[in-house]
């Protein structure tokens, strides 16, 4: 009987979940990014957004070193 | 601050032709050492690089355009040139897998059994799986323009709709492809028959995987409200490279597997 109650009271969570989805709404966040990368901090725009930027950049860069360096290696061993 | 006195866009310094230079040296080297010395290190390290490149270019290309106004329409101009530029190439590149088909196709040699199909290759029903693929492609030519036309008269709810049912047309198409692969009759090995077929499906089946990962992209970036009725030429550039490989498929249908049956 419990299991029963159970399941209906997911039953219920489910159907509110899924009609509260089709009323959300995106928001249209278009001009607040357009503040951000208009302005004037003489950024270059590949580390404009932020520290998330930094980070990724400095992943790349750092990957890009080692690839390089592992290929001189190789070749060289070669 | 100095302003500009012209509409053409002067990029920001910019790291990434450098990581995607390395990558693709990585990716390219990482190939050969994996094929001679089963070593993946380099291969792994080039594809992650290029992939990495690829997400932060492009994405500085979406802000350049986007949020930071510098797609005038004579750099939009250039856009557009390019992409049809790169698509030519494209066309090029699959010329040269169509020329090794007919050329080992329309004068079949004693080996392969003086005829084609050759001597012992069972080919795939034209009018099975592969017909169904081109309806399906054909569909989602239709759905990718109904998106477009649904953009420029800015209804946000279609054009989301009906860039999703591309997609899924795309990955539609991909997965039954993939099935026909599993069940295929012969190999990649099977001579000459087994490359040409292989090799041009095959890339074709990978610009597919691009277009729809393209299109998704679009999908996006119209939830995001990034395109407007007047300016959309990322969703343009992807509709044009979508019919490309409509029309590749096309192509294929009717020689490799409609006429080489």
Known sequence: ?78 | MAHQVHAYHMVDPSPWPLTGAVGALLLTSGLAIWMHFHNMTLLTLGLILLLLTMYQWWRDIVREGTFQGHHTPPVQKGLRYGMILFITSEVFFFLGFFWAFYHSSLAPTPELGGCWPPTGITPLDPFEVPLLNTAVLLASGVTVTWAHHSIMEGHRKEAIQSLTLTILLGFYFTFLQAMEYYEAPFTIADGVYGSTFFVATGFHGLHVIIGSTFLAICLLRQVLYHFTSEHHFGFEAAAWYWHFVDVVWLFLYISIYWWGS
């Open chain 1, 1 to 78: 009987m419990s299991m029963y109650r159970q399941f209906y009271a997911l039953q219920q969570v489910a159907r509110r979940s899924i009609s509260s989805s089709v009323r959300r709404q995106v928001e249209n966040k278009v001009p607040q990014k357009q503040k951000v990368f208009q302005e004037d901090n003489g950024m270059p725009v590949h580390l404009k957004g932020g520290s998330a930027d930094a980070l990724l950049y400095r992943t790349t860069m750092a990957l890009t070193v080692l690839g390089k360096y592992t290929c001189l290696c190789n070749c060289f061993k070669l």
